[in-house]
T-cell receptor, first 112, second 115 residues
Framework: GENVEQHPSTLSVQEGDSAVIKCTYS??????FPWYKQELGKRPQLIID?????GEKKDQRIAVTLNKTAKHFSLHITETQPEDSAVYFC???????????FGTGTQLKVEL | DAGVIQSPRHEVTEMGQEVTLRCKPI?????LFWYRQTMMRGLELLIY????????DSGMPEDRFSAKMPNASFSTLKIQPSEPRDSAVYFC?????????????FGQGTRLTVV
């Protein structure tokens, strides 16, 4: 089955700096790569996703890049703000059945 | 739509007792997923259904765990007997098949504590 690895497990940045979280996946059939944000005590919520037919997608301060050859994808957050502090999960899916395999999460802390 | 609704939000039970977690997916969604979240193992997929039929239960840890989806608007995850290591947050999620993979919407979760 699919295996998703995520790094780093914790990330601390100064407000205004950029943050990058990286994931690798194992199943070459995967073609859907969402990112979820989970604030403390709350549910995971989708912030951005990318499909295998594109290499990059942007939404304001958030961007995701995908390298299908290398089987890795990354989340980039620019101009970080304190409200970006949360746990971020990457996931991979696409073998059918809308099934997602999640990475182990990255605790992002944005310090003032 | 109110989103995915789970109940209870919190459950504290004694070891050996039966626990039933409930989920109401978003109306019209045809996929339903049960996840377990712990600090050690992150978000693990336990089982998922398509049109009320279980598709993959390979993530169910033991025979003590069972899940049902009697109709399109209701699913249960049962643990019998419960053990302290079952303590976790259990999330239900639903999604809509459109021919391509789509967003999974999560419920608020049930925080289970087995003492």
């Amino acid at each position: 089955g699919e295996n998703v690895e995520q790094h780093p497990s914790t990330l601390s940045v100064q407000e205004g700096d950029s943050a990058v979280i990286k994931c690798t996946y194992s199943d070459s059939a995967s073609n859907y790569f969402p990112w979820y944000k989970q604030e403390l005590g709350k549910r995971p919520q989708l912030i951005i996703d990318i499909r295998s037919n594109v290499g990059e997608k942007k939404d304001q301060r958030i961007a995701v890049t995908l390298n299908k050859t290398a089987k890795h994808f990354s989340l980039h957050i620019t101009e970080t703000q304190p409200e970006d502090s949360a746990v971020y999960f990457c996931a991979a899916g696409g073998r059918g059945g809308n099934k997602l395999t999640f990475g182990t999460g990255t605790q992002l802390k944005v310090e003032l | 739509d109110a989103g995915v609704i789970q109940s209870p939000r919190h459950e504290v039970t004694e070891m050996g007792q039966e626990v039933t977690l409930r989920c109401k997916p978003i109306s019209g969604h045809d996929y339903l997923f049960w996840y377990r979240q712990t600090m050690m193992r992150g978000l693990e997929l336990l089982i998922y259904f398509n049109n009320n039929v279980p598709i993959d239960d390979s993530g169910m840890p033991e025979d003590r765990f069972s899940a049902k989806m009697p109709n399109a608007s209701f699913s249960t995850l049962k643990i019998q007997p419960s053990e302290p290591r079952d303590s976790a947050v259990y999330f239900c999620a639903s999604s809509l098949a459109t021919g391509a993979e789509t967003e999974a919407f999560f419920g608020q979760g049930t925080r289970l504590t087995v003492v």
